[in-house]
């Protein structure tokens, strides 16, 4: 599965188990960001920059969950753990059974937590 699959299927909010309204994305040199109203779930990008390498899914998941353990000790509540990215039957999903293709972290979203992408609105 490539990447593009992957940051493509995290757009759509059937890709979600809760199902959002609607899904954004923001990103870094080394992340890709989806908000959605009440989540943020940040993918490592399969990248290796010297400093640091995330081209195996095994890193990737490695460093999501480290970011999300070391980071709850002071943010708890924003920091709500790791799930996977996975792909069954032609379908990309999040926390879904299947052939596992990338480990987001899940945070807590929304103006609250401090991490609402630019166009960030409340849903009606």
């Given at each position: 599965m490539e990447s593009t699959d992957v940051v493509q299927a995290q757009l759509r909010p059937e890709a979600y188990p809760d199902r959002p309204a609607a899904v954004s994305m923001q990103?870094?040199?080394i992340s890709w960001l989806f908000f959605t109203r009440d989540l943020v779930y940040k993918v490592k990008k399969p990248v290796h920059f010297g400093f640091l390498?995330?081209?195996s899914l095994d890193a990737r998941r490695h460093f999501c969950e480290e970011e999300a353990?070391?980071?709850r000790r002071l943010a708890p509540?924003?920091?709500l753990g790791v799930r996977a990215v996975t792909a069954?039957?032609?379908e990309i999903r999040l926390g879904a059974a299947g052939t596992s293709s990338t480990t987001p972290s899940r945070c807590a979203?929304?103006?609250r937590a401090?991490?609402?992408p630019p166009s960030w609105r409340p849903e009606r």
């Open positions: 990103q870094t040199h390498d995330f081209t353990r070391l980071n509540d924003v920091y069954a039957n032609g979203g929304g103006p401090g991490c609402s």
